[in-house]
């Protein structure tokens, strides 16, 4: 009988291998595998090399200069250790390669003697120095090879503590590999990306991919593996973000609303200006989605002051000419209030039918819903929303709350995305009565650098909002060299003269009638020192530098009335200097503050000062931004020259991108569903969209991926059951 062909083996079935079944792998180094959360050989296989030792590529000894920084290939002669001044340990070894010899120094790394012992070799990674006369490297990155041969060696990230070393890791990986071959036995690794796939974006075979990434003969394949392994984890995540939203769609019955309605229609014959050309084009991608059967969700992306109030707005109108009702939820009661106000004004003489009566009119009404309102307002509101008397609520997290029920909610709106979850949205989205789901639009003027938007919201379509209204005068940003602590004094006479010059241009503005907002050291630590230094800052300005002005304070532990009493002096002019925490960050919308100081800048992130400057330059007076700090630390530095440079939020979010790395844009939304061991948003931007468009060819052909069993049996593995269900198995 002939025997069937053997399919070849599967990242599930190495994931049911656990690493003991590997030679020289007993109960103590799977332990200590576990603890780097490498329990079995799929595990294992995708432990990449953190970096490769380029052993073609090393120098000699001799050949160094002092200064010269390199990497050099040598054998331990002898170790020593000893304490020094301070009870430091300092440890000493004398290492050589056949061209010479030199000393290794090592400050408070005790354990570097038993790591260098007499006679094993090192690739040591440092900048030679002379000392006495003597060649020498200051605690330099040491790379123990071990047994391992070959041109390129690749370094895994290993526990001295637990006792695995680089080399183990070679070695077990080695095997795993040979044992998976026809020749040893095994049947070969699976490949479930479509061949045609692979050859269009020019991608090597996953088994040779696995095999160059960890045993490369040069760099080049190297980077040949690399492209293939970063694909394919992109594009596990795309799918899932892609199906994801299909099978929403599926299972989703949304509102057909009507757009181009009487409210719309009065709402743009009663703006003061044109809309500006972005703004057309996202009310006309939104109202493409309204009119569909199935529910929005998309993602509106606009910088700060872009106008994406009035897009919601519109939006909002569409739902309320079908006779249905409208949410915005806002992350702050500041914003929600602020939202509530602008909404209203926005909105005033338009009229809706009433229900109560046939050809009657009453005004549209927007309300607000916070945790402020006293409980018979609370219940007076929650009655009117169910009977549909209120046509938009506006409010923050108290509009998911229990008990809140709306007669038929037909858009919810969300602001500043990024300080909600996804459960925030569904919760949303359940608010309603009614069976059929409202759309979603979800805002954020947090500017995502496209290929990150893409992953991070790949489950929404997305609309920008790249065009500011004319007529805004541009914000000069300056920065100022001084620490932004004010009752520390500064530190030297330049600051102090840079300082006082900025108060004193500062005066100025006020005395022309405008406002400023000064915003106080930030302090991660804990609100109550926050207020304190903010109660500092504001007793010192009162005194010495705004002394005679109106000033107002702004924390987060005032009273809601107290807030609300303090903003509204502000709004009308009544106060010239309001002196706040971050709270002011987000939606506040002043046009007469024309000026935004910054205390202690550095201590904020490119995203937050960016929205803080934000608050100026909404009205038509030049508007200033005064960033208050000292470099500090070199990325301190790049953060607010980029800042000075630049006043466009994408250019500022690729920046961020490109100082903080990816980690803090995915956090918790890609929790449990995140297997990107390789792939970086940043290095691989083009692949993000290469994965994207192919992820959507797939899905598209075949929404349920029947055609690529082995792929959809790829992407189990890596979801969550629950999701694997609702999304693989219609
Ligand atoms: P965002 O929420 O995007 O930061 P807003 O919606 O708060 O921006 O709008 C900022 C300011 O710009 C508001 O005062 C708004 O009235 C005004 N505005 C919005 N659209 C336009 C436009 N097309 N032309 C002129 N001003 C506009
Ligand atoms: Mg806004």
Redesign the pocket.
């Known amino acids: 009988m002939a025997s069937e062909p053997r399919p070849p083996i599967t990242l599930a079935e190495l994931a049911q291998k656990p690493v003991t079944d590997l030679k020289g792998v007993g109960d103590r180094k799977a332990k200590a595998l576990a603890e780097g959360e490498v329990q079995n050989l799929l595990d294992l296989i995708t432990y990449y090399p953190r970096r490769y030792i380029d052993r073609t590529n090393q120098a000699l000894i001799s050949e160094l200069m002092a200064g010269d920084e390199a990497s050099v290939l040598v054998t331990v002669d002898r170790c020593t250790s000893r304490r020094v001044k301070g009870g430091r340990v300092l440890v000493n070894a004398v290492v050589g390669d056949q061209s010479g010899r030199m000393q290794l120094v090592f400050f408070n790394q005790a354990w570097r003697e038993r790591q260098l012992v007499s006679g094993k070799e090192a690739v040591v990674y440092g900048k030679m120095e002379l000392f006495r006369g003597q060649r020498q490297m200051t605690n330099p990155v040491v790379d123990l090879v071990g047994d391992q041969t070959g041109r390129i060696v690749p370094v895994y990230a290993q526990s001295e503590k637990s006792g695995i070393y680089t080399g183990d890791v070679a070695r077990w990986v080695a095997e795993t590999l040979r044992r998976t071959l026809p020749a040893h036995g095994g049947r070969g690794l699976a490949d479930p990306v479509p061949r045609g796939l692979l050859r269009r974006h020019d991608l090597t075979g996953r088994e040779e991919a696995l095999r160059l990434i960890h045993q490369p003969d040069s760099m080049a394949e190297v980077m040949t593996a690399r492209r293939r392994l970063v694909f394919d984890e992109l594009l596990r995540m795309q799918l899932a973000l892609v199906l994801r939203k299909r099978a929403i769609e599926r299972t989703s019955k949304g509102i057909v609303h009507i757009t181009g309605g009487p409210l719309v229609t009065q709402l743009h014959a009663k703006?003061p200006?044109?809309?500006?050309g972005a703004?057309h084009r996202a009310i006309d991608e939104i109202a493409a989605d309204l009119r569909r059967t199935v529910p929005m969700h998309r993602l509106l992306q606009?910088?700060?002051?872009?106008?994406?109030?009035?897009?919601?707005v519109a939006t909002m109108l569409a739902a309320i000419d079908g006779g249905h009702q409208a949410a915005i939820m806002a992350p702050t009661e500041v914003l929600a209030e602020q939202h509530w106000l602008?909404i209203r004004s926005?909105l005033e003489g338009l009229t809706v039918e009433s229900k109560a009566s046939l050809f009657a009119e009453r005004p549209l009404r927007v309300e607000l819903l916070t945790n402020r309102l006293t409980a018979a307002e609370r219940r007076r509101v929650l009655a009117d929303l169910q009977a549909g008397e209120i046509d938009i609520a506006v409010g923050t997290h108290a509009l998911i709350q229990e008990g809140v029920v709306f007669g038929s909610l037909g858009v919810a709106v969300i602001?500043e995305q990024h300080r909600f979850g996804v459960e925030q949205r569904a919760a949303l989205r359940e608010r309603s009565r009614g069976d059929a789901q409202p759309d979603v639009l979800v805002?954020t003027?947090t500017p995502i650098p496209r290929t990150a938007a893409m992953t991070v919201y790949g489950d929404l379509d997305v609309s920008v909002?790249d065009e500011l209204?004319?007529?805004r005068t541009p914000i000069v940003t300056r920065w100022v060299k001084a620490s932004g602590t004010l009752d520390e004094g500064p530190e030297d006479l330049e600051s102090a003269a840079n300082l006082e010059a900025m108060w004193a241009e500062i005066r100025a503005q006020i005395g022309e009638g405008r406002q400023v907002y000064v915003v106080c050291p930030l302090i991660d630590l804990s609100e109550k020192l926050e207020v304190a230094s903010a109660e500092e800052t504001f007793d010192r300005l009162l005194n010495v530098e705004l002394e005679g002005f109106r000033l107002g304070l702004l924390h987060g532990r005032l009273t809601p009335a107290e807030k609300d009493q303090t903003m509204e002096l502000f709004r009308s002019g009544r106060l010239d200097v309001l002196v706040a925490t971050t709270v002011i960050e987000v939606?506040v919308?002043v046009?007469n503050a024309t000026v935004m100081v910054i205390l202690d800048a550095d201590r904020f992130g490119i995203a937050q000062l960016h929205q803080l400057r934000?608050r100026v330059g909404?009205g038509a007076h030049a508007s200033t931004c005064w960033l208050v700090g000292e470099a500090g630390t070199p990325d301190g530095e790049a953060r607010l020259q980029a800042l000075v440079d630049s006043t466009d939020g994408f250019e500022l979010a690729e920046v961020d991108l490109d100082l903080r790395g990816e980690g803090t844009i995915l956090g918790e939304r890609q929790k449990g569903r995140n297997d990107l061991k390789l792939a970086s948003l940043r290095r691989d931007r083009e692949v993000v969209g290469q994965a994207r468009q192919a992820a959507i060819e797939l899905v598209d052909d075949d929404p349920l991926l029947a055609a690529h069993p082995e792929l959809a049996a790829e992407l189990e593995l890596f979801m969550e059951p629950a999701d694997a269900e609702f999304l693989l198995k219609g």
């Open positions: 703006l200006f044109p809309l500006t703004q606009g910088d700060v002051g872009a106008g994406k109030t009035l897009v919601a602008g926005l602001d805002m003027a909002l209204p004319p007529g939606g919308d046009p934000g909404r």
